[in-house]
T-cell receptor, first 115, second 115 residues
Framework: GAVVSQHPSRVICKSGTSVKIECRSL??????MFWYRQFPKQSLMLMAT?????????EQGVEKDKFLINHASLTLSTLTVTSAHPEDSSFYIC???????????FGQGTRLTVV | AQSVTQLGSHVSVSEGALVLLRCNYS??????LFWYVQYPNQGLQLLLK??????LVKGINGFEAEFKKSETSFHLTKPSAHMSDAAEYFC?????????????FGSGTRLQVQP
């Protein structure tokens, strides 16, 4: 299957700083990318959907000014957690789907710890 | 709208025993259905998917699932469990005309395999 690379896999940051997470589709053009958040022992909760070249669509309850999503190219989307707080600590996972595809491929996830 | 219910947050089997993970879905339109596996601190790996072809779908690692419209089910099975099957399993649903829609995930089932 296609490969989605997410970086970094693990990051620790201080409260009040910003963190950027990258999601790249390595061998296909990702017309749509999805960002999920996963709390311990829970399922994946969709945060936002981004389409190349347009603004992301955020799910209800997700602060768009706090979780900035950019999908500037067909192979790269970024999630920036701004002014991070300890409650933002979580596992963030991206997935990417090509045009007309039935399957989305997932990145390896990023474990964010805010101290 | 679509939803997925996974019965049993934890399932424990003995090595060599049958694995059965249950998934029921709700969808107002014909669905696409997926099973993913997640190992600790990693992203999701697709095990198998149903996209309206054969109702019995074979996936990787010896897993298979059967789409039963009358029961709105898509249970995951494996004839003989292996220690390496211990992981978290997620059932997910989407609509056929996926467009830019994300998957809707179930709450997950943690599979333990006892020696």
């Amino acid at each position: 299957g296609a490969v989605v690379s997410q970086h970094p896999s693990r990051v620790i940051c201080k409260s009040g700083t910003s963190v950027k997470i990258e999601c790249r589709s390595l061998d296909f053009q990702a017309t749509t990318m999805f960002w999920y958040r996963q709390f311990p022992k829970q399922s994946l909760m969709l945060m936002a959907t981004s389409n190349e070249g347009s603004k992301a669509t955020y799910e209800q309850g997700v602060e768009k000014d706090k979780f900035l999503i950019n999908h500037a190219s067909l192979t790269l989307s970024t999630l920036t957690v701004t002014s991070a707080h300890p409650e933002d600590s979580s596992f963030y996972i991206c997935s990417a789907r090509g045009r007309g595809a039935t399957e989305a491929f997932f990145g390896q996830g990023t474990r964010l710890t805010v101290v | 709208a679509q939803s997925v219910t996974q019965l049993g947050s934890h399932v424990s089997v003995s090595e060599g025993a049958l694995v059965l993970l249950r998934c029921n879905y709700s969808s107002s339109v014909p669905p696409y259905l997926f099973w993913y596996v997640q190992y600790p601190n990693q992203g999701l790996q697709l095990l198998l998917k149903y996209t309206s072809a054969a109702t019995l779908v074979k996936g990787i690692n010896g897993f298979e699932a059967e789409f039963k419209k009358s029961e709105t089910s898509f249970h995951l099975t494996k004839p003989s469990a292996h220690m390496s099957d211990a992981a978290e399993y997620f059932c997910a649903v989407s609509v056929r005309d996926m467009g830019r829609r994300a998957l809707t995930f179930g709450s997950g089932t943690r599979l333990q395999v006892q020696p």
